[in-house]
């Protein structure tokens, strides 16, 4: 896997995949920035929830579980002091589809996080202390 960043401007880079995909990062006016595009942390703890996301979805789609849709809300706490890391993310997923069993959103949700996310995996590894849960709603 490889990736590239660029810098723009004061603090406005754009970041590219190896699979040709661009993002615009930026940082906030207070720090030279224009708040053209997401924070650094903010697209690792994104890059985060996309990982888990995609995990428990390919899992519940295995367990011919039928989803209709499924959001993944992240929250985060940092360090006060620099480097300012990840102390704390909370991982709620919000799973919608028919006749969804409970048993099978836990077990994809705990797959993925003691499992399958490398990015959860990871980050939890570095100390950072992670928590899921989620929710299942009819339609």
């Known amino acids: 896997m490889k990736a590239r960043v660029k810098w723009l401007e004061e603090v406005t880079f754009v970041a590219e995949s190896g699979s040709g995909h661009a993002m615009v990062m930026d940082g906030p006016p207070e720090m030279g920035g224009r708040n ?5 942390m903010e697209m690792m703890l994104m ?3 996309g990982c888990t996301a995609f995990d428990v ?9 039928e989803v209709t849709d499924c959001v993944v809300e992240l929250s985060a706490e940092r360090a006060e002091n620099e480097p300012k890391v990840f102390t704390r ?13 409970e048993l099978k959103v836990r077990k994809a949700v705990e797959l993925s996080a003691e499992k399958y996310c490398s990015a959860s995996i990871m980050l939890g590894n570095a100390g950072v202390e992670i928590s899921h849960d989620f929710e299942i709603v009819e339609g």
């Open 36 to 40: 053209l595009g997401v924070r650094p």
């Open 47 to 49: 890059g985060m929830g």
């Open 57 to 65: 979805m390919m899992i519940l789609k295995k367990s011919r579980q």
């Open 89 to 101: 993310i909370h991982v709620h997923f919000v799973v919608t589809g028919r006749d969804l069993k």
